[in-house]
């Protein structure tokens, strides 16, 4: 007998699945994909246009049917139990799409008569939450992207959901609006819900997201901590210098585990391998000997989209 995890109520994942596969003809959108979503967190699903991040959300959300595989929300199986599932999930897919001719409140209402009772009663509070009770009362054809962007969050929010899921959340949005939105998804992480993000913007995820999962070409490439993921990461010594050229040289001499790039002003030297602060100090042992005078050394700290492109070339490609 095969041993399985238990995936019930008590299961640490929000989202689980195991060889999750889509296809539309010829093309895999989403490739034997397993995946882990932790409860209470912030998670990003990233990767460039086309890498199967909307499929996927389809799927989960029952939007669209699996050709193999199996997945779990909030320890539901799904489809078997997908009404118990998505009644404690909120999702936003693509833009989120409303009554243009009535207010923020009414479309609300629209919204809530068709759930449960407690429902109606969450308007006034999911208003509040996502900070747009002041313009409750206007037409939606008055709001901006952010305001009908956080009214779709709070569409969500009148179903009390565990497991919130949007879909590019920050797409056209201005920097106020990004800052908001990523406060507002922080905010929602603290009272305990989970919220997955699907994104391309990996400066922004890195700012909002706990964890995260990179997705490229139907494929998981990666998944887990920020924090870990970086660890593993090549990181860079800026070193500005006198002779750039001559200290490249210098150093390419030597065993050290760097790769030299000369600059106008001096070197990029990428880390490859081995404690940093010893081969910081080398480096400048070397060039020191080599009576060159070193101006600045700087450890510059990788970031979620400098490591995306030591993984994968695709990043923004359509």
């Not at 008055?142 to 959340?169: F, N, T």
């Not at 939105?181 to 997955?196: C, F, K, N, Q, S």
């Amino acid at each position: 007998m095969t041993a399985t995890v238990a995936v019930g109520e008590g299961s640490e994942w929000a989202v689980e699945t195991r060889g999750l596969t889509k296809r539309f003809g010829s093309n895999v959108a989403v490739s034997g994909v397993d995946l882990r979503i932790p409860r209470g967190c912030a998670f990003g699903y990233l990767g460039p246009n086309g890498a199967g991040k909307t499929t996927l959300i389809r799927v989960l959300l029952g939007l669209t049917q699996a050709d193999a595989g199996s997945m779990w929300l909030l320890g539901q199986p799904v489809p078997q139990h997908r009404d118990l599932a998505l009644a404690r999930v909120g999702a936003i897919v693509d833009e989120p799409r409303f009554h243009a001719h009535l207010t923020g409140r009414q479309n609300l209402q629209v919204l809530a008569a068709a759930r449960e009772p407690a429902a109606r009663g969450r308007i006034e509070a999911a208003l509040e939450r996502v900070g747009i009770l002041h313009r409750a009362d206007d037409r939606v054809s008055k709001y901006s992207m952010g305001m009908r962007q956080r009214l779709g969050v709070a569409a969500c929010l009148i179903g009390d959901p565990q497991l919130l899921i949007l879909d590019e959340p920050m797409n056209g949005l201005d920097p106020a609006g990004m800052h908001e939105m990523r406060d507002m998804i922080r905010a929602l992480v603290g009272e305990g819900r989970t919220v997955v993000l699907s994104s391309h913007l990996l400066d922004e995820v890195e700012r909002t997201c706990d964890a995260v999962a990179i997705v490229d070409r139907g494929n998981v490439i990666r998944q887990g901590p920020i924090s870990e993921l970086l660890a593993g990461a090549a990181v860079t010594l800026q070193v500005d210098c006198s002779e750039p050229r001559r200290a490249g040289a210098l150093l390419a001499e030597t065993n050290l585990p760097v790769t030299v790039a000369i600059e106008e002003n001096g070197l990029a030297v990428t880390l490859a391998g081995g404690e940093p602060r010893d081969v910081i100090a080398e480096i400048a042992r070397i060039l020191i000997s080599g009576n060159i005078s070193v101006w600045r050394l700087q450890l510059v700290q990788t970031s979620l989209e400098s490591w995306f492109l030591q993984i994968t070339s695709r990043l923004g490609e359509d």
